[in-house]
């Protein structure tokens, strides 16, 4: 199982980015996707879920109406939209898989003022 | 949200020795198949969590089998039997049961 995050960066309050996580070991389109963010020396906190074809779609109450989680099984890739950021959005973000056995490696998002 | 506290925060722990993490639940965790959805992860300096146990108490392949996961309804527990140096970390519940899904503050285990 092998989850690869990218697309994190430095961005403006108010500004956008979009994560990407490329799935393989696995047969990505039987499972449910997940983000997971974590403030470096805090707990993790989950962000957001997305069953195996897309069609239902979870969030956390802190991020509802400004992230979109999205994938593409033809890619093996799901996505975090991340829009109208706030200072409170910093952290490294995770994709995770298989009721969260497998984890990428983590894409820090930094929101600056 | 459920909210998932554990005991204690801190665990200094001699090598050798058992060590035993507390986590607790606002809700009972017991899903509607009977299931209980609690799952034990381990995060070492610079690394991603790694899950350990899910389901309460099923060990994920590649775990040792010094790490037991056991409890019911709000009350669980990480047990792990003859710490090795290995084992250093951040142990996190997280529970699967209810949305959104929440994790423990974490407990650090450090070597006394």
């Known amino acids: 199982v092998q989850l690869v995050e990218s697309g994190g960066g430095i961005v403006q309050r108010g500004g956008s980015l979009r994560l990407s996580c490329v799935a393989s070991g696995f047969i990505f389109d039987d499972h449910w996707m997940h983000w997971v963010r974590q403030v470096p020396g805090k707990g993790p906190v989950w962000v957001s879920r997305i069953n195996s074809d897309g069609s239902s779609i979870f969030y956390a109450d802190s991020v509802k109406g400004r992230f979109t989680t999205s994938r593409d099984n033809a890619k093996n890739t799901v996505y975090l939209q991340m829009d109208n950021l706030t200072d409170e959005d910093s952290a490294i973000y995770y994709c995770?898989?298989?009721?969260?056995f497998g984890w990428g490696q983590g894409t820090l998002v930094t929101v600056s003022s | 949200d459920v909210v998932m506290t554990q005991s204690p925060l801190s665990l200094p722990v001699t090598l050798g020795q058992p060590a035993s993490i507390s986590c607790r639940s606002s809700?009972?965790?017991?899903?509607?198949?009977?299931?209980?959805?609690l799952n034990w992860f381990q995060q070492r300096p610079g690394q991603s969590p790694r899950r350990l146990i899910y389901?309460?108490?099923k060990r994920d392949s590649g775990v040792p089998d010094r790490f037991s996961g056991s409890g019911s309804g709000t009350d669980f527990t990480l047990e792990i039997s003859r710490v090795e140096v290995e084992d250093i970390g951040v142990y996190y519940c997280m529970q699967g049961t209810h949305w959104p899904y929440t994790f423990g503050p974490g407990t650090n285990l450090e070597i006394k």
């Open positions: 389901m309460l108490s």
């Open positions: 809700q009972s965790l017991v899903y509607s198949d009977g299931n209980i959805y």
């Open positions: 995770a898989s298989i009721t969260f």
